[in-house]
């Protein structure tokens, strides 16, 4: 059974840095693509950034491109968001989650593909 529980979120000022954590079960650690998503009130959920099973390769939106990095830690089972210059408009919900056993891990990625989701975390940025 895949369990995954993020940490990390906060509330901070424009262009401040948090780092995201989502602590994830020894199976999902090694073997599964995984994704950061977030959601915001009013808006549809959004995937922000994805990483490959082994950690060489990633994807980011547009809206964060520059300024998010996501990575992983294997042998620690964790997957990380460090969040840099963060903008009003990155206040959500945010949450990981891991893609399904046997989906290909390649942008243009589908929220249905992702089976298994935190809980989330808060991310509040003030202006």
């Known amino acids: 059974q895949v369990q995954l529980v993020e940490s990390g979120g906060g509330s901070v000022q424009a262009g401040g840095s948090l780092r995201l954590s989502c602590a994830a079960s020894?199976?999902?650690?090694?073997?599964?693509?995984m994704g950061w998503f977030r959601h915001a009130p009013g808006k549809e959920r959004e995937g922000v950034a994805y990483?490959?099973?082994?950690?060489?390769?990633?994807y980011y939106a547009s809206s964060v491109k520059g300024r998010f990095t996501i990575s992983r830690d294997n042998a620690a089972n964790t997957v990380y968001l460090q969040m840099n210059s963060l903008k009003p408009e990155d206040t959500a919900m945010y949450y990981c989650?891991?893609?399904?056993?046997?989906?290909?891990?390649?942008?243009?990625?589908?929220?249905?593909?992702?089976?298994?989701w935190g809980q989330g975390t808060q991310v509040t940025v003030s202006s």
């Open positions: 989650a891991a893609l399904r056993s046997g989906t290909v891990c390649l942008w243009p990625f589908l929220r249905g593909d992702f089976d298994h």
């Open positions: 020894a199976y999902t650690s090694s073997t599964n693509c």
């Open positions: 990483i490959t099973a082994s950690g060489a390769t990633t």
